[in-house]
Nanobody
Framework: QVQLIESGGGLVQAGGSLRLSCVAS????????MGWFRQAPGKEREFVAA????????YYADSVKGRFTISRDNAKNTVYVQMNSLKPEDTAAYYC????????????????WGQGTQVTVSS
């Protein structure tokens, strides 16, 4: 059973940056493709970014392309998302997730989820 723990969220002004981390335990992260999703109050969970287990495939939602960068360090069992030029509309709880096989853009395909970390961007 893989457990995922996110960290790095917080309150930041518009235009600022944050880096979220997701550490895995109970399994090797190298066996999983990884994704970041977010959910704002009253909205559905939405795809943010994903990275293949080998790191050779990376995908972004159009809303974050050019501002967010996903990366992973399999030796540290950790996946990151660097978030720059943050906007108030990026405010949400951010979740990392792991999937063995499936559509990386589809939340329901993921096998394991973290508890989430809150990101709040003030205007």
């Amino acid at each position: 059973q893989v457990q995922l723990i996110e960290s790095g969220g917080g309150l930041v002004q518009a235009g600022g940056s944050l880096r979220l981390s997701c550490v895995a335990s109970g399994g090797a992260l190298s066996n999983y493709d990884m994704g970041w999703f977010r959910q704002a109050p009253g909205k559905e969970r939405e795809f943010v970014a994903a990275i293949r287990r080998s790191g050779d495939g990376i995908y972004y939602a159009d809303s974050v392309k050019g501002r967010f960068t996903i990366s992973r360090d399999n030796a540290k069992n950790t996946v990151y998302v660097q978030m720059n030029s943050l906007k108030p509309e990026d405010t949400a709880a951010y979740y990392c997730a792991a999937v063995r096989f499936g559509n990386l853009l589809r939340a329901r395909d993921y096998d394991y989820w973290g508890q989430g970390t809150q990101v709040t961007v003030s205007s």
